[in-house]
């Protein structure tokens, strides 16, 4: 079963399959969140000690305890892979230490904060972008949108929004501003685009490289942060995010076949961060 939406567009599988895919996506997000929300005070604990001098392993024994889970986790979010073209918004996996973000002065984010201030950017970009989907769509601009699509928008955005509340909760907690705006250099040119869709189609291809790019910059950061809660949150996040990949690529018909391990080619880079 099919569902046509504008032009020639169809959704590839029954509304029906979407609608269970979505449920089990909110699950294992709803599962998740106990530890990633341990795992973000775990980070904030380490960055406050080491400012105090104190010992940089803080929240260690949890972290290693749900170590097993986290690889485990880290193979399901293989699937994610898929043949489409990336945006173009990804400037590789070089992780420089300095540099600012959301207008703060030069230096505002560095070290593990400034991947923190990354991942809190990223994820407030997925939710303007599902936002101005759901605006669009209202608006008529995507032609009739399944329901179980604009359910599943809804869902993602949710899931956005928490792990961008956690991640600003971290940079709170270390005396440092949240990050309430998009402060990322390709920001415009996602916006352009999302602007100019005219199908459901076009949106999911724009939806598939964000959600990319934030799992495999969530994985690149479990083996370049230094915290054990750093590596804890980023790899309990980056699940979730391979799991709207996968999703979406099934919206485009492109079958996610998995891969041994998630590439890290579409990962940000802090750079991308805008003073």
């Known amino acids: 079963m099919t569902t046509s939406t504008k032009g020639s567009w169809e959704l590839p599988i029954s509304e029906r399959e979407l609608s269970r895919l979505t449920k089990e996506m909110d699950q294992a997000h709803q599962e998740t969140l106990p530890a990633m929300r341990a795992s973000a005070l775990d980070l904030t604990e380490e960055i406050r000690a080491r ?3 104190g010992p940089r392993d803080a929240g ?3 972290f290693l305890l749900g170590a097993g889970g986290v690889g485990a986790a880290l193979v399901l979010a293989a699937c994610s892979n898929s043949k489409s073209a990336s945006s173009g918004s990804s400037s590789g996996p070089s992780m420089p230490a300095s540099g600012s973000a959301s207008g703060s002065a030069s230096g505002q984010y ?3 904060l400034k991947v923190v201030a990354l ?4 994820e407030n970009q997925a939710v303007g972008a599902y936002q101005a989907a759901l605006d669009a769509a209202k608006a008529g601009k995507l032609g009739t949108v399944p329901p179980a699509v ?3 928008i809804t869902t993602a955005q949710a899931q956005h929004a928490d792990h961008a509340k956690a991640w600003n909760a971290v940079l709170t907690g270390a005396g440092k501003p949240a990050i309430t705006n998009v402060p990322l250099s390709n920001q415009p040119a996602t916006v352009q685009a999302l602007n100019t869709a005219t199908d459901v189609g076009t949106v999911a291809k724009l939806a598939l490289s964000l959600e990319d790019q934030a799992a495999q910059t969530y994985l690149f950061a479990t083996y370049n ?3 054990p809660g750093g590596i804890a949150t980023a790899a309990t996040i980056a699940t979730v995010e391979a ?3 996968a999703i979406l690529n099934y919206v485009l018909g492109q079958y996610p076949v998995p891969d041994d391990f998630l590439p890290t080619d579409k990962a940000a880079s802090p750079t991308l961060l805008t003073v």
Do not use: K, W
């Open 51 to 53: 400012r105090a001098g």
């Open 60 to 62: 260690r024994r949890r």
């Open 110 to 112: 560095t070290g593990d």
């Open 119 to 122: 991942a809190t950017a990223l």
């Open 150 to 152: 604009a359910n599943f």
């Open 225 to 227: 942060v230094t915290s």
């Open 243 to 245: 799991m709207h990949a």
